[in-house]
């Protein structure tokens, strides 16, 4: 089988949802559409029955049928559309929580390829896409096949007995080659919903990266520059929807071909029996058409997931996460460490021993990767070669949950800091300290049911700074922690940074901080160095 | 729109046609079983899928046209920088894309407003009572179907706000997952996002829920009406008094009212999504004024962010500086003046002439340096080359200017991009340079090759921004921020 079809059953099986509730949304589905076709030819037949056959008799036995068709259709619709959104969601809840733990566990590097431009936003549209995976897709699909069976059957059982057996088979085979016909066309669908996803893509990555920066083009009198860039990508849209149009419509005769020829076979075949039954089973042929178009839209919508499916894949796989114990000894030390990013090196050949309680500034100029290095000592980024180790285990060896306890890490431009002063700093974490206290000391004086709402730069560092300490960490890396800040505000991060005696590591321009700290090192182009006082 | 409504009438026409084809078509079968017969019925099933077909295609076309219409005045809407907590900007192409359904929704809700003619059809080949049934019981569906439309649009609000949250949470998880997991909080932001995705559900299904029950009751009647027609028809047609074919276009041409019915319901709430969208795609509005007699003017201006009142005019060639604590208001007060906040009171203008903007967040595009530094102009590069050695961007990665650059800037630290925006603003040759605190993201190097170009720029006003370490060396107006 090839292999788009393949993942459409993997990842249909991926967030399969509990069998009984499948089953009934199945059973709901294929009886619901029997009902409403039933209730149709139903009362053709009474029509039929009563122009032929005058007699109150014949007449109120499918009069009694249509009538509880009529009541029976409409709950049993209700009932189906209901289960079909609840398996819809379930499997939903499931893919978000599944992208924060997937995205959560990259390294840094890995993210920083995916955050630039709106990947993650699409990522997070791509797996709300997942619940038509089972919602338009799967059961409709199944449900269309019930009603081909359960109509055959029907059609094999009128009367007389057997005789009409042949036009059933006929039936069930011209069922089956126009699904077959019509689901190998999925291939090029997904092809071609690729090429408009890649340009849907592209276009609305032009959108947002314009976005930020037509504002400042637009006072500098430079408009048509972004202008003409979505332009562009405007044109390759178009081309590609209607591509994707164009390869839609391929499949568009097929249902009815398979109705007329539905029709010529009951021409053919028809055994001699009581024309009421062949006006039904006319209008069943009729019926297999409309089935077939639900068929069509049911495959446009895997098309569509197809695509969602195939980008959140690449997401999927994630580094080995170690298992050590967190080492009772926390020196950290750096053995020929190098670390590259975008082809460059930014550290070559780094060896260097930091004892517990030390504290160490980094400086340099910007760009030459004291980000990158800090990363590399709480183990969010690999090294391209040699080792970091805590207390002799490696850092990436550690067990995740401990080391990241134990080693806090303070962005240069923190977020996460919207929302409940309690729920912002403790992020469900077992508290090692008293962080109002903490936020008061550093000149915030909250508690912990006021809120967080847009706060500015230099009270977001205060704040993720605060949040840092949460678990009584040993060693504590901060990345430019009093940058934007005022004398005041530096002198209180450094009081609080001082009332612990972790391990404290950070990259700074502050020359407040270089005094503060006990050793300075320096990196320029790739070199690490010691500086002297 | 009113091609959507004319093509809406003419498919319900046609479709009521069709079912009259049919119910000829099935008597006759009834009848004589003759190969006319399923000559006709054959050409009822072309005939429907040319219909269909057709309609098909209108839509696509139709939507084809009025994507490209919106598409084509999108950057109206990006000249002010996104708000804190908007959404972002890429989904005002996921508007566009629901606003381009609204004429193929148009014609669904023709179809079901004209479908009301099929009734006189009904009364043509069955007479009154087959007529009053189904009046009767549309009668009862409609009113029941706008009780049940007001009480879902109360959910559905509350489930959008509860969707909007989830979206913006579980953006921000992901956009700073580096730190959840330098947090060693990877598990706590799933198991939020998981609740809060429940509780969205709980009230999405609730919602539901309504909005099935209108069309479980538009289905009920429906069903009960063909069902209580057929009944009817059926009696009289054992009388004798009616004959088979106007029985059979009696009960087909009701199912066909109720189907055109039932086809907008299932689509009412993307009709309503289309015309929400459709207001959200108004441009957004800038409040500022054009000034005359100054570069920058603050009158009696107060921002959201500060409850200083500022009063400052900025001229030709001034050296200004704006000082003040971090989340004083410093940023807030720039983006007034420039027209990109609603000031709480007073008002700020600038001139009609070209400005440069500079903050840490201002971004490079995807694309080579020369395309970024010169916005698409001829400028030689020799220019560009001195300016960037001015800015201290001298290594190996500012010789090449065809290079081209990874998205966002990658590669570029803060500190680079800074001075890239800079350079950018500077090729533009503005008459007023906006700093918003940059002093901050540069190291001792670069800020002091920047003071020293900065005064040597003439004749461009400068504006900075800043905490405590100000570029301008010798500011000709000092402007307090207090908070």
């Avoid at chain 1, 950290?332 to 090196?345: H, N, V």
Wanted: charged residues 20%; aromatic residues 6%.
């Amino acid at each position: 089988m090839n292999e788009d079809l393949c993942r459409l059953l993997r990842w249909l099986r991926r967030a399969r949802p509990p069998r009984g509730e499948l089953v009934r949304a199945i059973l709901a589905g294929g009886v619901a559409s029997v009902t409403g076709v039933g209730l149709l030819v139903g009362a053709v037949a009474l029509l039929v029955q009563s122009a032929r056959r005058p007699g109150l008799g014949a007449v109120a036995g499918v009069l009694i049928i249509i009538e509880v068709l009529a009541f029976a259709r409409s709950p049993l619709r209700f009932a189906e559309r209901l289960s079909a959104h609840r398996l819809g969601f379930a499997s939903v809840t499931r893919w978000r929580r599944w992208l924060v733990a997937s995205v959560g566990r990259w390294d840094y590097s890995r993210w920083r390829l995916h955050a630039s431009g709106d990947l993650l936003d699409r990522s997070l549209r791509d797996t709300d896409e997942l619940q038509d995976l089972w919602l338009r897709f799967a059961l409709p699909f199944l449900n269309t096949l019930v009603t081909f069976v359960l109509g055959d059957v029907v059609i094999a059982l009128l009367p007389p007995h057997g005789k009409w057996l042949a036009v059933a088979l006929w039936f069930a085979l011209l069922q089956f080659l126009a699904t077959l016909l019509l689901v190998s066309n999925v291939t090029s669908l997904v092809r071609a919903d690729r090429a408009l996803r890649h340009a849907r893509g592209a276009f609305q990555a032009s959108l947002v990266e314009l976005s930020a920066v037509t504002p400042e083009l637009v006072l500098l009198d430079r408009a048509s520059f972004a202008a003409e860039r979505l332009e562009k990508r405007r044109r390759a849209l178009a081309l590609a929807e209607r591509l994707a149009q164009r390869t839609q419509r391929r499949s568009l005769a097929v249902p009815l071909v398979a109705g007329l020829v539905a029709v010529q076979v009951l021409w053919f075949a028809r055994p001699h029996a009581s024309p009421t039954w062949v006006v039904v089973v006319a209008l069943l042929a009729i019926a297999n058409a409309d089935s077939l178009a639900t068929i069509r839209v049911a495959l446009d919508t895997a098309a569509a997931v197809s695509g969602s499916s195939e980008r959140l894949e690449a997401l999927d796989e994630h580094p080995l996460l170690g298992d050590a114990p967190w080492p009772l000894d926390t020196t950290i030390q750096a053995s020929a460490l190098r670390l590259r990013e975008d082809e460059t090196d930014l550290v070559r050949q780094a060896t260097f021993t930091i004892t517990p309680g030390q504290r160490v500034a980094v400086v340099g100029p910007s760009g030459s990767g004291k980000s990158t290095l800090l990363r590399a000592l709480c183990g969010l980024e690999p090294a391209f070669a040699g080792d970091v180790t805590i207390g002799g285990v490696r850092v990436r060896d550690i067990d995740e949950t401990q080391l990241r306890a134990m080693v806090s890490y303070v962005a240069a431009e923190p977020g996460l800091t919207r929302g409940y002063v309690r729920d912002v700093l403790g992020l469900g974490r077992v508290s090692e300290r008293d962080s109002n206290e903490d936020l008061a000391n550093l000149g915030i004086h909250l508690d912990g049911s006021s809120r967080f709402d847009e706060l500015s730069r230099g009270e977001r560092q205060r704040v993720a700074l605060a949040r840092s300490l949460v678990t009584g960490p040993r060693i504590i890396i901060a990345d430019e922690p009093t940058s934007g800040l005022t004398r005041e505000d530096t002198e209180r991060v450094l009081d609080l940074l001082s009332s612990t005696d972790a391990t404290i590591i950070v990259a700074t321009h502050d020359e407040r901080v270089r005094e503060w700290c006990d050793e300075t090192y320096e990196l320029v182009n790739g070199e690490l160095r010691l500086l002297i006082r | 729109m009113t091609s959507a409504r004319v093509i809406g009438v003419v498919s319900l026409v046609l479709s009521f046609g069709l079912a009259v084809a049919t119910a000829v078509a099935l008597s006759d079968l009834a009848h004589r079983s003759t190969s006319t017969a399923f000559v006709l019925l054959s050409t009822v099933l072309a005939a429907r899928w040319i219909v269909s077909s057709a309609l098909n295609e209108w839509n696509g076309w139709t939507a084809r046209v009025v994507r490209g219409a919106w598409r084509e005045q999108l950057v109206a809407h990006l000249r002010v920088p996104r708000a804190e907590g908007e959404r972002s900007r890429g989904d005002l192409a996921l508007a566009i894309d629901q606003v381009a359904a609204g004429p193929s929704l148009e014609t669904l809700a023709t179809s079901a407003r004209a479908s009301v003619v099929g009734l006189v059809i009904v009364f043509w080949a069955a007479g009154w009572l087959s007529t009053l049934i189904t009046v009767v019981l549309m009668g009862l569906a409609i009113p029941l179907y706008q009780r049940a439309g007001r009480r879902s649009e109360v959910l559905a609000q509350d489930y959008q706000r509860r969707r909007a949250l989830l979206t913006v949470r579980q953006l921000e998880l992901l956009n700073h997952a580096p730190e959840l997991r330098a947090l060693g909080a990877v598990r706590y932001g799933a198991d939020e996002i998981a609740a809060i995705s429940d509780s969205e559900h709980a009230i999405a299904m609730r919602a539901l829920r309504v909005a099935l029950e209108s069309s479980l009751v538009t289905e009920f009647l429906s069903g009960v009406s063909i069902g209580l027609v057929a009944m009817v028809v059926g009696f009289r047609l054992l009388e004798g008094h009616l004959s088979l074919e106007h029985a059979l276009v009696a009960v087909l041409v009701t199912s066909e009212i109720f189907l055109s019915i039932r086809r907008f319901g299932v689509e009412f709430h993307r009709r309503e999504d289309a015309q929400k969208s459709m207001s959200n795609l108004a441009p957004p509005v800038t409040t500022n004024r054009t000034s005359r007699d100054a570069l920058v003017v603050a009158d009696e201006l107060v921002t959201g962010a500060s409850a200083t009142r500022f009063d400052f005019r900025v001229h030709a060639g001034e050296r200004v500086v704006i000082t003040g604590p971090s989340g004083s208001g410093k940023t807030t007060l720039l983006h007034t003046v420039l027209g990109w906040r609603t000031p709480t009171s007073g008002h700020g203008a600038h001139a009609d002439v070209p400005i440069g903007f500079v903050s840490v967040e201002s971004s490079l595009v995807t694309g080579t340096l020369y395309e970024n530094l010169t916005l698409g102009r001829p400028i030689p590069r020799d220019r560009v080359h001195a300016l960037l050695t001015q800015l201290d961007l001298s290594s190996e990665r500012f010789t090449d200017l065809d290079v081209r650059l990874l998205a966002d800037g990658r590669g570029f630290s803060t500190g680079e991009k800074v001075r890239l925006a800079l350079a950018r603003c500077v090729l533009a040759e503005p008459a007023v340079l906006i700093l918003d605190d940059i002093a901050g993201v540069l190291d001792s190097r670069a800020r002091a090759s920047l003071r020293r170009y900065l005064k040597e720029l003439e004749g461009v006003a400068i504006l900075e921004a800043t905490v405590n370490d100000p570029l301008l060396t010798t500011p000709f107006q000092l402007i307090e921020v207090t908070g």
